[in-house]
């Protein structure tokens, strides 16, 4: 099975429609993080949660909101939907780490979401 | 803010070696990493510098040069399965002790036969 795990993997919807992208781990870390993905500009954060009670804003959270309902889970809203959010969405997990250690992050396989 | 800049495209041939390079800017920097991502696939860890110098996993190596704000990820021995796009990401502070990459833009390299 694999270790992050989102749904759906594909998702069409309508300007204006609420939309809930999902994030599951069982890699058991602490760390999680929501991206986006639009071509030719790379990875850009949205949000991330060091624990359950730690929510930080990234580059882009604007029209964005996430809920972090456990360790292991951690959904991205997005409350009225606009074709420019039509993109490639990432959840990554990394462990807490300090000191000069890689916070390697794991993605998960992605949702491509349509706004039209 | 931080930036990245390294190359949109590169182009190589099975068995050679290519070098993508990777400038930043950014305050409170802690390292370098970079990121393999397949067609449509989920991005995957490479390498990782945090101190000057070069660091070897098999095939592949990476550089750091703090003072030049510069590294670069080279690849040997080129395989038609490292086609893919790599992007370089600063991991450096945010606020307070937050930290959290910034990825590049991302370098398609493709390997031809």
């Known amino acids: 099975d694999a270790d992050v795990t989102q749904t759906p993997r594909n998702r069409i919807t309508k300007t204006g429609k609420r939309i809930m992208l999902e994030c599951s781990q069982t890699?058991?870390?602490?760390?999680m993080y929501w991206y986006r993905q639009d071509p030719g500009l790379g990875l850009r954060l949205i949000y991330y949660?060091?624990?359950?009670?730690?929510?930080n804003k990234g580059e882009i959270s604007d029209g964005y909101s996430v809920s972090r309902q456990a360790q292991a889970k951690f959904s991205l809203s997005l409350e009225s939907a606009i074709p420019n959010q039509t993109a490639l969405y990432f959840c990554?997990?990394?462990?807490?780490?300090?000191?000069?250690?890689?916070?390697?992050?794991?993605f998960g396989p992605g949702t491509r979401l349509t706004v039209l | 803010g931080q930036s990245l800049e390294q190359p949109s495209e590169v182009t190589a041939v099975e068995g050679a070696i290519v070098q993508i390079n990777c400038t930043y800017q950014?305050?409170?920097?802690?390292?370098l990493s970079w990121y393999q991502q397949h067609d449509g696939g989920a991005p995957t860890f490479l390498s990782y510098?945090?101190?000057?110098g070069l660091e070897e996993t098999g095939r592949f190596s990476s550089f750091l040069s703090r003072s030049d704000s510069y590294g670069y990820l080279l690849l040997q021995e080129l395989q038609m399965k490292d086609s893919a796009s790599y992007f370089c990401?600063?991991?450096?502070?945010?606020?307070?002790?937050?930290?959290?990459?910034?990825f590049g833009s991302g370098t398609q390299l493709t390997v031809l036969p």
């Open positions: 990554a997990t990394s462990d807490r780490s300090g000191g000069l250690s890689t916070d390697t992050q794991y």
């Open positions: 890699k058991g870390h602490d760390r």
């Open positions: 949660s060091f624990d359950v009670k730690d929510i």
């Open positions: 950014t305050s409170g920097f802690y390292g």
């Open positions: 510098n945090a101190l000057d």
């Open positions: 990401a600063v991991r450096s502070i945010s606020s307070g002790s937050a930290r959290q990459l910034t």
